[in-house]
């Protein structure tokens, strides 16, 4: 298995510009999470997902859409990109509510010039 | 979800015990304490998680006071891998996502 991926690693982006992170997991996970990490400072969470065709507001959602229309994807969508959405960005799936155990992709590095 | 409060930072010997606590005096009664950990520029790794028992794993134990107001994570050899963030999350068994802060950050050193 190949647990959580995440497409891409890098990138960077120029104010204004969009872009869409992936998320994927073959774990059969009903919940996935995105968190943005700052230099310095513990996990934000954006978005989560309960289950495909679900979608719910995390701590810091502004600026930021997503979509789970397959089960065992999760993508992060940036409209119109801020220098302020410079960060570390993760994604993370857990099997479902009561097994809060979470398993967390690599990470993409996202600046914004 | 309660608050919990950790340290910064520690060190810890190679090969003796790093005994992480946490404080979460808030706790309810079906929260539960997770325990993460964040090597460097990698995504978080779930440790261990436990609700009012003592909890071990192949990774840590996890000792959780009686009153449940506090706890501690016990890496008990710990090694150079073992440098990270540590990060202490009290969530209830039926939530919908947990609520990461920022943690102890583990220095082992030789």
């Known amino acids: 298995n190949a647990g959580v991926t995440q497409t891409p690693k890098f990138r960077v982006l120029k104010t204004g510009q969009s872009m869409t992170l992936l998320c994927a997991q073959d774990?059969?996970?009903?919940?996935m999470y995105w968190y943005r990490q700052d230099p310095g400072m513990g996990l934000r969470l954006i978005h989560y997902s309960v289950g495909e065709g679900t979608t719910a507001k995390g701590e810091v959602p502004d600026g930021y859409n997503v979509s789970r229309l397959k089960k065992q994807n999760f993508l992060l969508g940036l409209e119109s990109a801020a220098p302020s959405q410079t960060s570390v960005y993760f994604c993370a799936s857990s099997y479902y509510r009561g097994r809060n155990e979470q398993y967390f992709g690599p990470g993409t590095r996202l600046t914004v010039t | 979800d309660a608050k919990t409060t950790q340290p910064t930072s520690m060190d810890c010997a190679e090969g003796r015990a790093a005994n992480l606590p946490c404080n979460h005096s808030t706790i309810s009664g079906n929260e539960y304490v997770y325990w993460y950990r964040q090597i460097h520029s990698q995504g978080p790794q779930y440790i261990i998680h436990?609700?009012?028992n003592n909890e071990t794993n192949e990774m840590a134990s996890l000792i959780i006071t009686e009153d449940r107001k506090s706890s501690t994570l016990i890496l008990p050899h710990a090694t150079l891998r073992d440098t990270a963030v540590y990060y202490c999350?009290?969530?209830?068994?039926?939530?919908?996502?947990?609520?990461f802060g920022t943690g102890t950050r583990l220095q082992v050193f030789p």
């Open positions: 774990m059969n996970h009903e919940y």
């Open positions: 436990g609700l009012k």
């Open positions: 999350i009290a969530g209830a068994y039926n939530t919908d996502k947990l609520i």
